[in-house]
């Protein structure tokens, strides 16, 4: 039963790794895509504007698809529908077309899967062991991410690095996302979704659901924790500027600084902060308070470092520390769901209610920030970035300090004999 339960973790993994690859094809295929596909910046940047605005208002519908329905069909129908939007991207279609299908990759990636995959990952395990099942999903998804993005550049070169190598690319990538989705059907059960006696109607059920997460005062503070960690997160992007232009960091460093900083901290971070918050703090609410407050702390010593006289590895490992602590985070931010006590059948609609509120800063934290280093010239812009990022952090704390305080009242309440 245990070695079932992390094989299945193993092909959700597998999902989980593959199913973004072709909405992320700029990765890879930026350049080709201008060249060859002949679209510009503003028309790739505006595929993610259609993508977010699918992404962002589909979760809503998420609330009542993702426990209305057994995963066992919506894990697969999102892969494969996103393979089937891979199929036609292949033919290099006009602009329009590209617009259609990555909104059509939002519904089925992030309406569909994500937050099913999630509740999914919840179930498997106990609320002792949920640091741990997200933690290694988050690692997992790390690894899948290099080994499918270098397959998809294998190909690419194979097949001669124009626009023959991309369709080829664009292809494999359909290809595994339809053959992941084909073999989940058969992997994931079918036991998840609410059930009803004849007399009752599963769409009340359903709607009880929904109406029990949003009136919930944890849900709100579990979700404005994602909310929180995200926020940070995003700014984690600005280190690679801010070294190249404080630290006037070596252009052969910056690659390997990205791939650091996005694969490796990422493949780490998620079983060490997911271990942590099982073993150690016993709880990942705890866990995300202390590391909140880490964080902040961190972050408010690194801006008082003399950047402008340090050696840039110094500086390299003071952001690679920081972006330690938030990856530990990122790994674990929706493991409270379970501690929290919301229902397992209305796991689906918890789980989505956290992605609404949860992503959220993506809408406007990279706005934020660049803003802010767009009008604020040097250290100071950055410093302004990063007062911001330790403010998010602070807010985590006060919000994870109120739900950690409200659990354990909680579990007080219960042990009190009636």
Known sequence: MLMNKWIRLCFLILGGGTIFKLSSMKDVFYVPMQEDWGLTNTQIGLSFTVYTIVQTTGLFLSLYIADRFSKKILLPVGLIGVGLCGLYLSTLPPFTGYLISFAAMAFFADVLFWPVLLKAVRLLGTKEEQGRLFGFLEAGRGVVDVIIASGALFVFVQFGEGKEGMQAGLLYYTLVTIAVGIITYFIVDNDDKIETNASENTNLEVLKGIKHVLTCPNTWLASLGIFFVYSAYCGLTYFIPFLKEIYTLPVALVGAYGIINQYALKMVGGPVGGLLADKVAKSPTVYLKWT?????VAMFLFIQLPHASMNVYLGMAATLGFGAIIFSQRAIFFAPMDEIGTPRQYAGSAMAFGCIIGYMPAMF???????????????????????????????????SSILSKRLKSQSSNELQPA
């Open 292 to 296: 909140f407050l880490l964080s902040a």
């Open 365 to 399: 934290g990279y706005t934020i920030y660049g803003w802010l280093l767009d009008n604020f010239d040097g250290i100071t812009g950055y410093n302004y970035v990063f007062s911001t990022m330790m403010a998010f952090s602070l807010c985590g704390f006060v919000c």
